[in-house]
């Protein structure tokens, strides 16, 4: 009889091992880019006896990246779902796996890699893509406003050179600004040019104020223009911003971003300044 009861104590004892929950099993979608987006997510196998809490993909510039670092969360339950990475450095690469946690922890599925390529929005080198050229490079906007109420400067002196108005142009008619020994200020105003020459942002220190369409490309590809429909990436106040294309002596070219238009206005106005780098 005693035999009897212990085997059947041991019969129970392997029958709960048995049934002891475990982590979740599952593995990891593919990484597809989609422009400034990259879409994944996983498939669970097995929620390791134990319902699932929580779910989603975790990612890194290391290898093995776990739910301490960037996640999405997509919801509970079993089955196939989809994750969104957005917010990741272009040509960068990245280490990603999908995760689904229960009550006794967090399984992951196969590590896979992927590297962000370089498009406009994408955030990189300091700022937010606008333009890209057709060898590789490109155009940068600060992420952020450098200055809300900024002089032009050099009202009546016509500035040699800083008549640049195309793509390109920019850093070149900056340069003129500079060099032209007419930024004295006496009204204790800022001038814009001065704000984007002395940036240091990022890690980069070769900032400089657009030019006419250089800041208009930034108006229509990540700002209200909205021509490529990513939105307002750059929180862009909507008021007028400062190019660093000179008309004459007295006037300057701004532009408003509530609506895109451009115009020329006295040097010594007031306004919003957005510094550009190239890469």
């Known amino acids: 009889m005693k035999k009897l009861f212990f085997l059947l104590l041991a019969c129970l004892f392997i029958s709960q091992s048995c049934n002891k929950p475990t982590v979740p099993v599952l593995s990891t979608n593919p990484v597809i880019n989609s422009g400034s987006t990259n879409i994944s997510g996983g498939t669970i196998s097995s929620d390791g006896g134990s319902n699932i809490t929580s779910k989603g993909v975790c990612w890194s ?3 093995n990246p776990t739910i301490d670092n960037d996640t999405t969360l997509n919801g509970n339950g ?5 994750s969104e990475i ?3 450095q272009a040509n960068t690469n990245y280490y990603l796996r999908a995760y689904a946690t229960n009550s006794v922890g967090t399984g992951y599925g196969n590590e896979l890699s992927f590297n962000n390529p370089v498009d406009i929005g994408q955030t990189y080198q300091g700022g937010i893509i606008f333009y890209l050229d057709s060898n590789g490079g490109g155009l940068i906007a600060a992420p952020t406003d450098q200055a809300s109420s900024a002089e032009w400067g050099c009202f009546g002196t016509e500035i040699t050179g800083a008549d640049g108005s195309a793509i390109g142009t920019g850093y070149q ?7 032209s020994n007419c930024q004295t200020n006496i009204s204790g105003n800022l001038i814009a040019s001065d704000v984007c020459e002395d940036l240091i942002l990022n890690g980069y220190s070769d900032w400089y104020l657009p030019s ?3 800041l208009n490309m930034m108006y229509q590809n990540i700002g209200n223009g ?9 929180n862009f106040a909507m008021d007028f911003y400062w190019t660093s294309t000179e ?19 006295c040097k010594f106005g007031t306004y919003y300044v957005r510094a550009i780098r190239a890469f």
């Open 61 to 63: 510039n290391s290898t």
């Open 78 to 82: 079993n089955g196939t779902f989809t």
């Open 247 to 265: 008309i004459d002596s007295n006037y300057a070219c701004k532009q408003i971003f509530s609506i895109g238009v451009q115009g020329d206005y």
């Open 173 to 179: 008619n900056t340069i003129d600004i500079q060099n």
């Open 86 to 88: 957005s917010d990741v």
């Open 212 to 214: 006419k369409d250089e």
């Open 226 to 234: 909205n021509a490529l429909g990513l939105g307002d990436l750059g």
